[in-house]
């Protein structure tokens, strides 16, 4: 059995921005003491806005679901009905986008293609861009209008064709993708967001498509801050209202249907932070607009995002057995984040957990146990840690003297219960 070993870092000022475990391959044995981590270099998070909320006291919101999430630290700042699945309606166009962008960049889809609405695309329920049968449409002005008119007729037409000319395909296509996002509540059953029985997601499986979409595709996303677009001499408006109340707010995606109420995913970039939050179920556009507002000005106000660590530095060495090495540097390999409540950084303690025995081979990149960050005795979030480079096998002699002492130290690990 695998014993976790927990060493307290130092407590560090956060305002100052310092800063699956290795299967054991024998019986139990005791943990093994890890040096102390070496501190970040220190470096001030950016200036923020003064607080008018409490972290502790998140804003009331009247929704159905809803979801905060800080894209640099992956952290959850606050929640409702996170995996109650719900109708996503036109949020189900971020999928459809996403897999767009996803053609593009592998080129199975050109940007000046020229499209042509099928006749059941043509004449599908619900907004839409206004696409003429007779007229082809590029794949830019498709985007274009599936994205900022929520045009169903877009969105089937682009489904269509990275279907083979099938939008059952393409829905297959979804649902794979939407698995290995690890979207794991989520079933679509067609690419427009139109009710129908089955097509389910939740505000954290949301959450995450609106991450993938800002980290994956860079390029494509200024595509969901355009506040209008004509085609067809028809000029449509945004119907995300914070694109044009809050000039930090560029995205993302406005949906709703009878059944579903009135969504809104929104991201929001201030002061170096980017801010996603999903609300569903409202009984308005104003109140879908007002009510993502609040999320994100807490958001934003009541905590601040320094960096933790850099990628590639090493906070602690783990002692390995049967190794060519006898010790692992562990860390992270890109930069990390965490978010905290604002001013809070002296109540801050990072507790570094590694699992014991680590047992060569290991390679970089391999989970090696956890960083938690403590206030108040209260974890409020963790991080895995990993190994920063590979350890080989060591050499016959190596192995056979570690068998003995991880003998050993099971033996005695066994007496002391």
Same mark, same amino acid.
């Given at each position: 059995?695998?014993?976790?070993?927990?060493?307290?870092?130092?407590? =560090?000022? /956060?305002?100052?921005?310092?800063?699956?475990?290795?299967?054991?391959?024998?019986?139990?044995?005791?943990?093994v003491?890890?040096?102390?981590?070496?501190?970040?270099?220190?470096?001030?998070?950016?200036?923020? =806005?003064?607080?008018?909320?409490?972290?502790?006291?998140?804003?009331?919101?009247a929704?159905?679901?809803?979801?905060?999430?800080?894209?640099?630290?992956?952290?959850?700042?606050?929640?409702?009905? /996170?995996?109650?699945?719900?109708?996503?309606?036109?949020?189900?166009?971020?999928?459809?986008a996403?897999?767009?962008?996803?053609?593009?960049? *592998?080129?199975?889809?050109?940007?000046?293609?020229?499209?042509?609405?099928?006749?059941?695309g043509?004449?599908?329920?619900?907004?839409? %861009?206004?696409?003429?049968?007779?007229?082809?449409?590029s794949?830019?002005?498709?985007?274009?209008? %599936? /994205?900022?008119?929520?045009?169903?007729?877009?969105a089937?037409? #682009?489904a269509?064709? =990275?279907?083979?000319?099938?939008?059952?395909?393409?829905?297959?296509?979804?649902?794979?993708?939407?698995?290995?996002?690890? =979207?794991?509540?989520?079933?679509?059953?067609?690419?427009?967001?139109?009710?129908?029985?089955?097509?389910?997601?939740?505000?954290?499986?949301?959450?995450?498509?609106?991450?993938?979409?800002?980290?994956?595709?860079?390029?494509?996303?200024?595509?969901?801050?355009?506040?209008?677009?004509?085609?067809?001499?028809?000029?449509?408006?945004?119907?995300?209202?914070?694109?044009?109340?809050?000039?930090?707010?560029?995205? #993302?995606?406005?949906?709703?249907t009878?059944?579903?109420?009135?969504?809104?995913?929104?991201?929001?970039?201030? *002061?170096?932070r980017? /801010? +996603?939050?999903?609300?569903?179920?409202?009984?308005?556009?104003?109140?879908?607009?007002?009510?993502?507002?609040?999320?994100?000005?807490?958001a934003?106000?009541?905590?601040?995002?320094?960096?933790?660590?850099?990628?590639?530095?090493?906070?602690?060495?783990?002692k390995?057995?049967?190794?060519?090495?006898?010790? +692992?540097?562990?860390?992270?390999?890109?930069?990390?984040?965490?978010?905290?409540?604002?001013?809070?950084?002296?109540?801050? @303690?990072?507790?570094?957990?590694?699992?014991?025995? +680590?047992?060569?081979?290991?390679?970089?990149?391999?989970?090696?146990? @956890?960083?938690?960050?403590?206030?108040?005795?209260?974890?409020?979030?963790?991080?895995?840690?990993?190994?920063?480079?590979?350890?080989?096998?060591?050499?016959?002699?190596?192995? %056979?003297?570690?068998?003995?002492?991880?003998?050993?130290?099971?033996?005695?690990?066994?007496?002391?219960?």
């Amino acid at each position: 059995m695998k014993k976790t070993l927990s060493v307290l870092i130092a407590a =560090m000022m /956060i305002t100052a921005a310092q800063a699956a475990p290795q299967a054991a391959k024998n019986n139990a044995a005791p943990a093994v003491a890890a040096s102390e981590p070496v501190p970040a270099a220190a470096s001030q998070p950016e200036a923020m =806005m003064p607080s008018i909320n409490s972290p502790d006291a998140p804003p009331a919101i009247a929704a159905a679901a809803y979801i905060v999430t800080d894209l640099h630290s992956h952290q959850v700042l606050t929640s409702s009905n /996170i995996d109650t699945q719900i109708e996503p309606a036109s949020l189900t166009k971020m999928m459809t986008a996403y897999l767009t962008f996803k053609a593009l960049e *592998n080129g199975t889809l050109r940007a000046d293609q020229m499209l042509t609405v099928s006749d059941a695309g043509w004449k599908i329920e619900g907004s839409r %861009m206004f696409l003429n049968p007779k007229v082809p449409a590029s794949v830019s002005d498709l985007i274009k209008g %599936m /994205i900022v008119q929520s045009g169903n007729d877009a969105a089937t037409t #682009l489904a269509e064709a =990275m279907g083979g000319g099938s939008v059952d395909v393409f829905v297959q296509q979804m649902n794979e993708e939407a698995k290995r996002l690890g =979207m794991t509540k989520t079933h679509f059953k067609n690419p427009t967001g139109l009710a129908a029985e089955g097509h389910v997601s939740t505000v954290g499986d949301l959450a995450i498509l609106s991450a993938a979409l800002i980290h994956d595709y860079p390029k494509y996303y200024p595509v969901f801050s355009i506040k209008s677009f004509k085609y067809n001499n028809v000029e449509q408006p945004n119907r995300n209202l914070l694109l044009y109340r809050d000039s930090s707010v560029d995205g #993302l995606k406005t949906g709703h249907t009878e059944s579903a109420g009135y969504n809104l995913a929104a991201s929001s970039k201030r *002061n170096g932070r980017r /801010i +996603v939050s999903i609300v569903v179920g409202t009984d308005s556009t104003e109140a879908r607009a007002s009510e993502s507002g609040k999320l994100l000005n807490w958001a934003l106000q009541a905590f601040d995002t320094p960096k933790l660590y850099n990628g590639g530095e090493i906070i602690s060495k783990v002692k390995v057995y049967k190794g060519s090495s006898k010790s +692992v540097n562990v860390g992270f390999l890109e930069d990390v984040y965490i978010t905290i409540p604002h001013d809070a950084g002296q109540n801050i @303690k990072p507790i570094l957990e590694t699992v014991q025995p +680590v047992v060569a081979p290991i390679r970089k990149g391999q989970s090696l146990g @956890k960083l938690k960050i403590v206030k108040d005795g209260k974890v409020i979030t963790e991080k895995n840690v990993v190994a920063l480079h590979s350890v080989e096998e060591g050499s016959w002699f190596r192995r %056979m003297w570690d068998d003995i002492v991880l003998w050993f130290k099971g033996l005695f690990g066994s007496s002391s219960k």
